[in-house]
């Protein structure tokens, strides 16, 4: 079953912790990325990979980062998470970033 | 946490009614638009795109027009049944050049039985 993987789920973490939230697809996707969605701004690009060892930043792309290391790898690190770090944080993946892109089904973080 | 539903749009429709959900989207550049469902605990799931070629797609049960003067596109969903409840979004695009999706903020669709 084609599928985008995210790990974990949920997560309530304490400032300043280091955290990283994986993403595995399985679509041999060249392209993946990662937004937050927030209550009243939606869907908004934090990171996005156009191919292996290809990164760049989205809309909102500060206090966070990518590697690229793996085709069906793109890990989202939080290297010292702040409150205004929660959110719902989805990986998407597709064969460009014009073309409609596959979702996971969410991680929801709590940074307290 | 909040929902993601709070804070939108909404649309009520009964069961069997046909739904038209609206979007302005905001770069006269854009060519491609992709409509997204998005379902309690779900992450966005495609449900149909169309490119700037074109005014009308269809799918099956839905869609899409585009109005390129006023840049708007809709969404219809027709014979709307309580599966359909869900937050809806729409995405654009430019297809020349490189570019990635810029979506618009959702409208939720509640359909009662």
């Known amino acids: 079953e084609a599928q985008v993987t995210q790990n974990p789920r949920y997560l309530i973490t304490v400032t300043g912790k280091k955290l990283t939230v994986t993403c595995s697809q399985n679509?041999?996707?060249?392209?993946m990325s990662w937004y937050r969605q927030d209550p009243g701004l939606g869907l908004r690009q934090i990171y996005y990979?156009?191919?292996?060892?290809?990164?760049d930043k989205g809309d909102v792309p500060e206090g966070y980062k990518v590697s690229r290391k793996e085709k069906r790898n793109f890990p989202l690190i939080l290297e010292s998470p702040s409150p205004n770090q929660t959110s719902l944080y989805f990986c998407?993946?597709?064969?460009?970033?014009?073309?409609?892109?596959?979702f996971g089904d969410g991680t929801r973080l709590s940074i307290l | 946490g909040e929902s993601v539903g709070l804070h939108l749009p909404t649309l009520s429709v009964q069961e069997g009614d046909n739904s038209i959900i609206n979007c302005a989207y905001s770069?006269?550049?854009?060519?491609?638009f992709i409509w997204y469902k998005q379902e309690s605990g779900k992450g966005p799931q495609f449900i149909i795109d169309?490119?700037?070629?074109?005014d009308k797609r269809q799918g099956q049960r839905v869609t899409v027009l585009l109005n390129k003067t006023v840049k708007h596109l809709s969404l219809q969903i027709a014979a709307t049944q309580p599966g359909d409840s869900a937050v809806y979004f729409c995405?654009?695009?430019?297809?020349?050049?490189?570019?990635?999706?810029?979506f618009g903020k959702g409208t939720m669709l509640l359909v009662s039985p």
């Open positions: 679509m041999n996707h060249e392209y």
């Open positions: 770069n006269s550049a854009s060519d491609y």
């Open positions: 995405a654009e695009a430019t297809l020349s050049g490189y570019s990635t999706l810029t």
């Open positions: 998407a993946s597709s064969t460009s970033g014009r073309q409609p892109q596959h």
């Open positions: 990979s156009m191919n292996v060892e290809v990164t």
């Open positions: 169309i490119r700037s070629n074109m």
